[in-house]
């Protein structure tokens, strides 16, 4: 069967054990792969009325017939499970590597449920699985915890990784891979980081060799060289700036949210344009695998109180959320809070949005300090709050923060409430835990 490995990869964190199923080309042909065949597992295993945290949810990863093919953009992998945020159905693509090595391993699928009694992480290889102990990965952030893994596996693994936002079940927490050639990938919407962190299942690793095979590589390959001329054309502006080429497009057709959605026009939308972030901070392009595009970024901040920083660009929507929402021009704040989301796992349109309704609630307005020009007061706070100093939060805000939206805003507002959250507790891991087979 082309374009497929034809296997599902069941795990069963609690017990400890894997299954592997085979799907046919009826399947292939209904479901397609990715989005479809994670809906359909969910549907399968989930059942109405699931706690999203509870051990019965589901979390799958699947890729598509294209993964791994020569088709540009292709090669991204779907992760979806129950939100713990919206309790909906909810899914999140990413690029990097990861979906090309999973594909790799022979399973178009792979879905895990359950909940295991110690941190762990799991390795996906071409025969199986395997779970390790991740005690000492417990409590670490993102790319610390991509890094240890690879050099424990071998560089050859990609990993997906909660940090420490997931380990105590923000609800908007995602998970990161880091691909140490190119570019990274993040699955940020919806909380899958939370309920990885609810499952003690610190990482996601996989490992594989096989091959995708196409019905007709010739007839492929002169359709790509077909299409290669109108895509370079298509995408310029992306290859030259990534997405924060949206930032003025969007502005100037009143759709960028403003202080909170109180305007949909930013004055200040020029100081965080796609051309202003380029010109301050640009180091290289990067690009997702066999992707031509290059509309990643990476940035590295030269000067002011963020020098130093170094870090992937942060998309539009990043942008627009810790800039225009917050009414914030500061650029090197907005570089810093994309990287503390992403090494803690936290997703940066939710919790953008999040301290804007914060804001907006406690009656918040912008005011001038230091030598940016640029300030925004956040509960007392110095401007840059929201970007750099919103994990030092104190819990009485912090966990409201963490349980989403509507929590926060009511938490923020003047109102007293009381948060029912608890975060979750890692123990300590036996000296090995392996995965046996039922297959």
Known sequence: MHGYGGRILHVDLSRGTYTITAFDEAFAQTFLGGNGFAIRLLYEHVPPGTDPLSPQNMIVFAVGPLTDTPVPGATRCCAATKSPLTGLFCDSTFGGMFAAMQKRTGFDAIAIRGRAPQPVYLLVHEEGAVLKPADDLWGRFTRDTNQAIRQREGEEVEVLAIGPAGENRVRFACAVHTWERSRDGVAGRGGLGAVMGAKNL????????????????????????????????????????????????????????????????????????????????????????????????????????????????????????????????????????NELCDQLGMDTISLGVTLALCLRVRGARPALSGTDGGALALWRLPHHAGAHRSHRLPPRLWRPLGRGFGAAGSAAGPRKRTSTSTPSKASSCPPTLPVSSKA
């Open 202 to 337: 610190k990482a996601v690793a996989v490992r594989g060799t096989r091959k995708t095979t196409v019905a007709d590589p010739e007839a492929l390959k002169a359709l790509l060289a077909e299409v290669r001329e109108p895509m370079k054309v298509g995408t310029a502006a992306l290859k030259e700036f990534g997405t924060t080429v949206l930032v003025t497009l969007i502005n100037r057709i009143g759709a960028l949210g403003t202080r909170n959605l109180q305007s949909e026009v930013y004055p200040q939308a020029e100081a965080i344009s796609g051309e202003a972030f380029k010109a301050d901070f640009f180091v290289k392009d990067t690009t997702c695998f066999k992707c031509p595009v290059a509309c990643g970024k990476d940035f590295h901040v030269r000067e002011g109180e963020y020098a130093g920083t170094a870090w992937k660009m942060p998309e539009y929507e990043t942008i627009y959320a810790f800039g225009s929402m917050l009414d914030n021009p500061h650029r090197a704040s907005i570089v810093k809070a």
